[in-house]
């Protein structure tokens, strides 16, 4: 608008100047006239060109709902499946690391069966002490699978039914994707869950081990006490 103000004050300039260019030669006056056309056809330009800085230009139209629903979607199965890869992670670490604590706690039982009547009973109890710690690691990680595996299976219906609502709303691609990563979540977990398993039986053959060589010592022990109160019992009954 600075620029219209400043070419209609030259305007008005030429205006006032016009009867000395016409008293002049005639080529004069030709050329006076080709450069008054020339200012009104600048002027006329930009007069246009300030419409249509007033006039907004059209703005592109909004995307369509289903273009923004299936945009949604996509969002929801790319964070459900943040969620489910983080919590997979969380439980296998659990996992190794409840394994790697039952495998301490079996060494040490086997250990402590191997030198059970070579221990003093300080030794004895100093085994026992670092056994008893053991299993408290153990009891505290076994808490802390039971707690990420229940995070994990939310996790897993969550992208199930953000897979299911990706589908319906027209992104195939995107619940096809969090499918795929559902099943090598689901086979990942499966194979930790195995080693624990496995782990959990070495450890119940291990009590059966510890039970069965407790009984052995605990007998002879027994019977030798009942041979010594034999012959007192029946000096009493003479």
């Known amino acids: 608008?600075?620029?219209?103000?400043?070419?209609?004050?030259?305007?008005r300039?030429?205006?006032?100047?016009?009867?000395?260019?016409?008293?002049?030669?005639?080529p004069a006056v030709h050329k006076g006239v080709k450069w008054t056309n020339i200012v009104y056809t600048g002027l006329a330009s930009l007069t246009v060109g300030g419409g249509l800085c007033a006039v907004p230009f059209?703005?592109?139209?909004?995307?369509?709902?289903?273009?923004?629903?299936?945009?949604?979607?996509?969002?929801?199965?790319?964070?459900?499946?943040?969620?489910?890869?983080?919590?997979s992670l969380a439980l296998i670490d659990a996992i190794t690391e409840y394994s790697k604590a039952v495998h301490t706690l079996i060494a040490l039982k086997k250990r402590y069966l191997q030198t059970?009547?070579?221990?003093?009973?300080?030794?004895?109890?100093?085994?026992?002490?670092?056994?008893?710690?053991?299993?408290s690691e153990v009891s505290d990680r076994q808490d802390e699978c039971t707690r990420f595996a229940s995070t994990w299976v939310s996790a897993v219906k969550l992208?199930?039914?953000?897979?299911?609502?990706?589908?319906?709303?027209?992104?195939?691609?995107?619940?096809?994707?969090?499918?795929?990563?559902?099943?090598?979540?689901q086979s990942q977990v499966e194979e930790a869950q195995k080693l624990s398993l496995d782990?959990?039986?070495?450890?119940?053959?291990?009590?059966?081990?510890?039970?069965?060589?407790?009984?052995?010592n605990v007998a002879p022990s027994y019977n030798n006490v009942e041979e010594e109160e034999v012959p007192e019992a029946y000096l009493r009954e003479d």
Not at 1 to 11: G, N
Not at 63 to 72: G, T, V
């Open 116 to 135: 059970l009547e070579k221990l003093t009973p300080i030794e004895e109890d100093a085994i026992w002490q670092v056994i008893i710690r053991q299993r």
């Open 13 to 26: 300039l030429l205006r006032s100047s016009a009867p000395v260019r016409f008293s002049s030669r005639t």
């Open 1 to 11: 608008m600075a620029a219209l103000r400043k070419v209609t004050a030259y305007l």
């Open 159 to 185: 992208c199930e039914t953000a897979a299911e609502a990706a589908y319906i709303s027209g992104a195939e691609h995107a619940s096809i994707t969090l499918r795929t990563n559902i099943q090598v979540a």
């Open 58 to 87: 059209k703005q592109v139209e909004d995307l369509s709902r289903d273009s923004l629903i299936k945009r949604a979607a996509s969002l929801v199965t790319d964070s459900s499946s943040t969620f489910l890869s983080q919590t």
């Open 199 to 216: 782990t959990d039986k070495k450890l119940a053959e291990t009590k059966v081990m510890e039970v069965e060589r407790v009984m052995q």
